[in-house]
């Protein structure tokens, strides 16, 4: 295990974050899988990333820079090193975009702490160590940040606010950081699932399956993929917003002819 690189994934318990832990633990990382309340399922994560090399469950609201900095201290404590961060805790209020009265300041604002703000701080907190060792960071966007759809205002506005941040901090932490973003659109799995109801869920998949190109909508392991070989393999890549939402932005090729 001496020679594994090391890295942190913030809302690591479940979804990306939980993807994310086991493709880096299967590709040479030891992990510290973050979560803000899933202690069980991140817990269950670790256990699994473990067949491969060290990981470790860890409580911690990104939204608190205190927090940001203990998960940083932890991992250096424990390992030595951070090669590779990636912000995936993110959260949101699902509502109807329609209704501008369903969202308050508070609203904003608690998305916000997480989903750019605790980005900004996590990525704070481990620039110093992640220098040393030329490594990548990775944020979870979203295709809302450039569409302006989504769950809600606040959650498309956060996530376009993410897109910049990304662009900002590439540009002044190169050359000794690579940093980039994924924009999934929607993803399977229990989130959206939770935020809308079994029903909704099916009919919204169903629908984004079918104006995709590709025909499908992606799972969790599939974007991590993306942010794996981001990680590990794209070392000219920085500064770039990568969609990952099975062709959906693009639409279905326009039928010519008979």
């Not at 633990?25 to 491969?52: D, M, P, R």
């Not at 990636?86 to 699902?94: I, K, L």
């Not at 759809?149 to 932490?173: E, I």
């Not at 929607?186 to 919204?204: D, L, P």
Request: proline fraction near 2%.
């Amino acid at each position: 295990m001496g020679d594994r690189k090391v890295a942190i994934i913030t809302g690591a318990g479940t979804g990306v974050g939980a993807a994310c832990s086991n493709w880096l633990a299967a590709h040479g990382y030891n992990v510290l899988i973050n979560y803000a309340t899933s202690k069980l399922a991140a817990e269950t994560v670790a256990e699994s990333c473990c067949a491969h090399g060290d990981a470790l469950a860890v409580q911690g609201d990104v939204s608190k820079d205190n927090d940001c900095r203990r998960l940083a201290e932890i991992a250096i404590d424990k390992w030595g090193q951070i090669n590779a961060l990636v912000n995936s805790a993110g959260t949101t209020q699902f509502v109807s975009m329609q209704d501008l009265e369903a969202l308050s300041a508070s609203d904003f604002e608690r998305v916000y702490k997480v989903n750019l703000i605790g980005t900004y701080q996590m990525s704070r907190a481990v620039v110093p160590h992640i220098r040393k060792t030329t490594g990548a960071i990775v944020n979870v966007s979203s295709l809302a940040g450039l569409q302006g759809s989504g769950s809600s205002h606040a959650y498309a506005a956060s996530k376009g606010a993410l897109n910049t941040l990304t662009l900002s901090l590439a540009r002044n932490l190169a050359p000794e950081i690579r940093v980039n973003a994924v924009l999934p659109g929607m993803i399977q799995g229990r989130w959206v699932k939770e935020g809308v109801g079994e029903e909704s869920y099916e009919r919204i998949k169903k629908q984004w399956s079918e104006s995709s190109a590709l025909g499908t909508v992606c799972k969790p392991e599939q974007v991590a993929d993306v942010i794996g070989w981001l990680i590990t393999a794209a070392s000219t890549i920085t500064g770039q917003l990568i969609t990952v939402d099975s062709g959906m932005s693009l639409g279905k090729p326009p039928i010519i002819g008979r």
